[in-house]
């Protein structure tokens, strides 16, 4: 199993950008598809992004689709979200996550994800 953290979270005006990342344990890390989720205060987690073990394919969710960009760097086991123009309902804590296998390609479920970092807070101030 794969160990995450999150870093890169913070408060920010709608428009401007911040990139997340994601730090991962485990010499395994290249073998998952990683995914970014998010959940606000009260509504359940959903899928932000994901992309293949070799970082070639990636999908989003229709809300984030052409703001925000996923990205990875197995040798150095990190994985990143740029996110640019937000908005205020970008708002939430966001996590970065493993998917289990076998795993279905343009899974938008949290459940198909197994591995979980804690989590980090942004704020897009309107």
């Known amino acids: 199993q794969v160990q995450l953290v999150e870093s890169g979270g913070g408060l920010v005006q709608a428009g401007g950008s911040l990139r997340l990342s994601c730090a991962a344990s485990?010499?395994?890390?290249?073998?998952?598809?990683m995914g970014w989720f998010r959940q606000a205060p009260g509504k359940e987690r959903e899928f932000v992004a994901a992309?293949?073990?070799?970082?070639?394919?990636?999908y989003y969710a229709d809300s984030v689709k052409g703001r925000f960009s996923i990205s990875r760097d197995n040798a150095k086991n990190t994985m990143s979200l740029q996110m640019n123009n937000l908005k205020h309902e970008d708002t939430a804590v966001y996590y970065c996550?493993?998917?289990?296998?076998?795993?279905?390609?343009?899974?938008?479920?949290?459940?198909?994800?197994?591995?979980w970092g804690q989590g980090t807070q942004v704020t897009v101030s309107s």
């Open positions: 485990g010499r395994t890390f290249s073998t998952y598809v």
């Open positions: 996550a493993a998917a289990r296998l076998p795993f279905k390609w343009g899974s938008r479920s949290w459940t198909d994800f197994g591995s």
């Open positions: 992309i293949r073990w070799t970082g070639s394919g990636t």
